[in-house]
């Protein structure tokens, strides 16, 4: 508020006073139009578009092959390919020639280095004997062939890793579904007898263990909600997906019977294992270092050839063409040293050979007896002891609305039901996971 004492200013005040209202009106007045053109572009601008992850539907194979492409330890393991080709490019490389250009003068006498010098030019190329050329591209290609066979073990390997992840979610997916199904039904008979207990047909008691039942299945509900996320992220992380994409899986965890031929999975197995060619491969390179060590107990050989021009008082012959041969006399060394070395190579390599002979043939004994207990296991619950325990549940619930059961009874054939049920997801996994342990080890899929 402005006050004024002076009578004498009361004029020059009530302006200033004016002058203060006009300036609060139009304040006003800007806000309040400002405020209309806000609301009329929020009025006239589109509504936000919410936010939804992108869809990743995938089946098995899909999955498999999405994983080829975009795995990055299968693209660290293709360097070490384009690594060896690398090394058997060198080993094709011939040695490059020495070019060499020296000057002679002499300046006894009151000679000078234009009159008695002489300029020579000579060019020097060493040639390699005993074949040694050709083991080296030996040894090169089968280290080619050995950098390949470990990356198709690493494809195999990672391979089971994959199916494991994929099947996991599936499971976690079949926990969920069966935990949602066991807690709506235990939701409805809680309403039920809620509806009793306030009617004083049944115990408070009673009424609290079914309460505690819906709880106790709520809980396996987020716990299998919470499995069911860590398996998709280790999912997404082996087939490079972002986290923000969501995965949903078409392959179904149904029930396959397999009975292969142990006797023919044995030797597949030992035929097509990469990592059984790795150490042939291994054992086959070594061997060629050998040879290429023995070879080098003969020595090279290097051959030169060149001009030489004098000066005006050099010999009569001021031009002169060069020829030489170098030949280093084997006398102390005969790279007796390096033929150890290379011997002991190849039994290294050989023992590496038989240990993973061995470990292949013991793999695949383990994974066929795993697929056996658990093919049992999986057809003793599909001859009716799953059906059992869904149809005891069923009739002893629809005793207990009637009378004829405790609550007792009912709380244990739904622990018994879930039980036997989740029991059998556990063995279908199982059997599942030893099916794809076995081609794991055989080292390709087996149909039948």
């Known amino acids: 508020m402005l006050h004024c004492r002076d009578r004498r200013r009361v004029g020059p005040c009530l302006s200033a006073l004016v002058r203060r209202a006009c300036l609060a009106i139009s304040l006003l007045a800007f806000l309040a139009i400002g405020g209309g053109i806000a609301q009329a572009a929020e009025s006239t601008s ?29 693209l660290i393991a293709k360097y070490g390919i384009e690594s060896s080709k690398g090394q058997q490019i060198t080993a094709r490389l011939f040695p490059n020639p020495v070019a060499q250009l020296g000057n002679v003068a002499s300046f006894t006498q ?18 390699e004997l005993a074949g040694k050329r050709g083991y080296r591209i030996e040894s090169a290609g089968f280290g080619v062939q050995s950098a390949e066979a470990d990356f ?9 890793t994959i199916k494991d992840a994929y099947y996991r979610v599936l499971v976690a997916q079949r926990r969920l579904s069966l935990a949602e199904e066991n807690r709506d039904r235990f939701a409805r008979i809680l309403d039920v007898n809620t509806i009793r207990f306030k009617k004083g047909y049944i115990a408070e008691v009673d009424l609290i263990r079914i309460r505690l039942q819906v709880v106790d299945f709520q809980a396996q509900v987020i716990e299998a909600i919470q499995e069911g996320e860590s398996a998709r992220a280790d999912l997404r992380q082996l087939l490079r997906l972002s986290p923000a994409s969501k995965l949903e899986l078409t392959t179904e965890m149904d029930y396959r019977r397999v009975d292969p031929d ?25 061997e060629a270092d050998l040879k290429l060590a023995k070879a080098f ?30 030949v280093p006399l084997p006398l102390f060394n005969r790279n007796q040293g390096g033929i150890v070395q290379a011997e002991v190579g190849v039994q290294s390599a050989q023992a590496e050979l038989d240990r ?17 207990q658990s093919r049992r296991l999986v057809e003793a619950y599909l001859a009716g002891v799953l059906e059992d325990a869904r149809s005891t549940f069923t009739i002893v619930e629809r005793a207990y609305e009637r009378g004829g059961a405790t609550i007792l009874d009912l709380l244990d054939a739904a622990r018994t039901s879930r039980t036997i049920q989740q029991n059998f997801i556990e063995a279908l996994f199982s059997y599942q996971r030893n099916l794809f342990q076995l081609e794991s080890s055989v080292g390709q899929e087996i149909s039948s």
């Open 297 to 326: 107990r003969v020595p090279d050989v290097t051959i030169g050839a060149g001009y030489s021009v004098q000066g005006s008082r050099g010999p009569d012959n001021q031009q002169m063409g060069i020829l030489n041969l170098g």
């Open 356 to 372: 993973t002979v061995n470990q292949v043939e013991n793999q695949v004994d383990v994974a066929y007896q795993n697929l056996l």
């Open 46 to 74: 589109p509504p936000p578009v919410p936010f939804s992850p992108p869809v990743v539907r995938l089946n098995l194979s899909e999955a498999m092959a999405l994983f080829l492409k975009q795995n990055l330890d299968l």
């Open 262 to 286: 142990m006797g023919r999975l044995r030797s597949v197995a030992l035929d097509v294992r990469p990592d059984i060619k790795s150490r042939r491969a291994a054992l086959s390179q070594r």
């Open 152 to 160: 198709e073990d690493a494809v195999r390997q990672l391979g089971f």
């Open 110 to 127: 009151g000679n000078t280095l234009a009159k008695t010098g002489a300029l020579t030019m000579q060019v020097q190329q060493l040639f």
